[in-house]
């Protein structure tokens, strides 16, 4: 694909994300905030404990969180028992005997440990639970076309079965890709690795910021994915939004974004597969 068609489809693909951006949060964006909101991050003990418990398990809550979801735990429903803290108001007399850090917390501190009960999300019924949209279609060949690419730069592609909650992780020369994501999430996972490989290696990376990094690399995805022919449905926008982007951090950043994207649409695309009709 010749150079200026490939930046020309960067070009359409940027100039869709950023309308999105730039008409705020999605609907279905601030309803995952809202349930990411609710939900406690647990400990590494408490983990333990759901997994002994129920080790299918997959989200957990307590009663009252289900409810505020428009969710109801089931009757006869047994709970799992975790650790949960007891946090109470700091009193003058507690603030001058705790050090200044503690004390800064919100005037509250953890006074001790009780046990409490959660439920999983497959002991409930109600309402479905909002997710984040997915990036759908079929890349073809188009992810050999990518792995290759990393090859050429120095970069290893490796497959793994878990990496701790994340899709994929860069970790300079070596991307890991977690197995069992479709098609056409794959692609788009490689592509905001091998972003982000490009783009915030040694210097690069010092000198920006994680809303930065993570608003190029997931933009440079969109871009792929768009000129690849996949559908994204908003995902690149909800995504950045999570970060704390928006169309500001974009545009700061849309040299980089493109020059990194023209490069991808370049190796991975032939030019008569455009996902966009060219003059």
């Known amino acids: 694909m010749k150079n200026e068609q490939a930046k020309t489809l960067a070009d359409q693909a940027l100039d869709q994300l950023a309308a999105a951006l730039a008409a705020g949060h999605s609907d279905r964006l601030r309803a995952y905030l809202g349930t990411m909101a609710r939900f406690h991050r647990y400990s590494f003990g408490n983990i333990l404990l759901i997994a002994i418990q129920k080790p299918d398990a997959c989200r957990v809550a307590g009663y009252q969180a289900w409810r505020k979801l428009g969710r109801f735990v089931r009757k006869g429903e047994k709970g799992i028992v975790i650790i949960a803290p007891?946090?109470?108001?700091?009193?003058?007399?507690?603030?001058?005997?705790?050090?200044?850090?503690?004390?800064?917390?919100?005037?509250?501190?953890?006074?001790?440990?009780?046990?409490?009960?959660v439920f999983d999300v497959s002991q409930t019924d109600g309402e479905p639970l909002p997710e984040l949209s997915e990036v759908t279609g079929d890349p073809a060949g188009k992810t050999d076309k990518l792995r290759g690419l990393a090859g050429e730069?120095?970069?290893?592609?490796?497959?793994?079965?878990?990496?701790?909650?994340?899709?994929?992780?860069?970790?300079?020369?070596?991307?890991?890709?977690?197995r069992g994501q479709t098609p056409a999430e794959e692609f788009s996972?490689?592509?905001?690795?091998?972003?982000?490989?490009?783009?915030?290696?040694?210097?690069?990376?010092?000198?920006?910021?994680?809303?930065?990094?993570?608003?190029?690399?997931e933009a440079v995805a969109f871009v792929v994915c768009q000129a690849a022919g996949l559908r994204t449905n908003g995902a690149a926008?909800?995504?950045?939004?999570?970060?704390?982007?928006?169309?500001?951090?974009?545009?700061?950043?849309?040299?980089?974004?493109?020059?990194?994207?023209?490069?991808?649409?370049?190796?991975?695309?032939?030019?008569r597969e455009d996902a966009y009709a060219l003059a």
């Open 86 to 117: 007891i946090v109470r108001r700091n009193h003058e007399e507690d603030r001058r005997e705790m050090d200044s850090t503690a004390a800064d917390s919100h005037d509250r501190f953890v006074a001790g440990f009780k046990a409490a009960y």
């Open 153 to 178: 730069l120095g970069i290893a592609v490796e497959y793994e079965d878990d990496l701790g909650g994340a899709d994929g992780v860069s970790s300079g020369g070596r991307i890991a890709l977690r």
């Open 189 to 217: 996972t490689l592509a905001h690795e091998l972003a982000h490989e490009m783009l915030h290696r040694g210097q690069d990376r010092s000198a920006t910021t994680r809303t930065i990094r993570e608003t190029e690399a």
């Open 237 to 271: 926008a909800d995504y950045i939004q999570l970060y704390h982007g928006d169309k500001e951090t974009l545009a700061a950043s849309l040299a980089r974004i493109q020059q990194a994207a023209t490069r991808i649409i370049q190796a991975v695309i032939p030019a």
